[in-house]
């Protein structure tokens, strides 16, 4: 994940990168200083189609830092060596690239601005490389929360920063839209392979065990048509090993985290590797694409 590393009047830590992120002293700012000397907004760090780029929004004649000059204003924004990428207010209050991978999407916890990790992010949304779904999507790329959308549950909120949806087509590793791709599931290991004609990925984890809920579902034709209702592919789901007091909600929290994991292996068409049956029972199966 592409990150900054911040100096707050010399106090230094570590924050992520949103697509765009503002720095300064106004409580609306992500990156939020102390320093009495900084402006309300003093700085705005922005993915620019292929590289990082900072502007200047606040105590232009104050700040000084090197990069590219840009269009509109901007400058490049590097990991340089011997701090000479910096970006600098004063002495002991600057900015330093020190990850510039392409911004990937993430939830942050507006309480105390930590970024949620994997088991706790499933739990709210399904969060890809590129953008972060509802629950309830499935897959659907097109019900995908705009970057900034703030969800609230139970007393407690999430920011979403995503940096929109792209195709990834020509470099895909597997596309899972295509036939000639292959799934074998290893329970024991709890390891599920899908394999296509240029490449494979391999899936570990509690979402394998879920996987095969539904593989063997659709294999067996049992019930019709390999469609799960969600009370019994939870009973699948124990007979398999899975926690008995596991909630109904954890098939539809292993089913997203499946999919981010593929897509963020290099997978396409991750929003077919499950059908949703329409109507009011919420059935749903593996795509029969994988059934030998």
Do not use: K, Q
Request: aromatic fraction near 6%; charged fraction near 25%.
């Amino acid at each position: 994940m592409s990150t900054l590393l911040v100096s707050d009047c010399g106090r230094c830590h570590v924050v992520p990168l949103a697509p765009s992120t503002l720095i300064g002293r106004h409580w609306a700012c992500p990156v939020r200083l102390s320093d009495p000397a900084s402006p309300l907004y003093w700085l705005e760090v922005r993915w620019l189609e292929g590289g990082w780029g900072w502007r200047t929004l606040g105590g232009e004649e104050r700040t000084h830092g090197g990069g590219t000059t840009l269009p509109a204003g901007w400058r490049a924004l590097t990991v340089a060596p011997r701090r000479a990428g910096r970006v600098r207010l004063s002495e002991s209050t600057w900015i330093e690239l020190v990850e510039a991978d392409a911004p990937r999407a993430h939830l942050v916890r507006l309480s105390d601005g930590a970024v949620l990790d994997e088991d706790a992010a499933v739990r709210w949304a399904e969060v890809r490389l590129d953008a972060v779904l509802p629950l309830d999507a499935e897959g659907d790329v097109s019900r995908a929360f705009p970057d900034g959308y703030v969800l609230v549950r139970d007393g407690d909120a999430v920011r979403v920063h995503a940096p929109g949806v792209h195709a990834r087509t020509l470099d895909a590793t597997v596309d899972l839209s295509r036939s000639g791709v292959f799934l074998d599931v290893d329970l024991p290991a709890r390891a599920a392979t899908f394999s296509g004609p240029v490449g494979r990925i391999t899936v570990r984890g509690e979402c394998v065990r879920v996987l095969e809920v539904y593989r063997a579902a659709r294999a067996a034709d049992i019930p019709a048509g390999g469609w799960l209702a969600a009370a019994g592919a939870l009973d699948a789901y124990v007979e398999l090993g899975g926690p008995a007091d596991a909630p109904i909600e954890r098939l539809s929290w292993e089913r997203c985290r499946l999919r981010s994991v593929l897509a963020r292996a290099g997978a396409v068409g991750v929003a077919g590797l499950f059908e949703v049956a329409p109507g009011r029972d919420a059935r749903v199966r593996l795509c029969g694409t994988f059934i030998g």
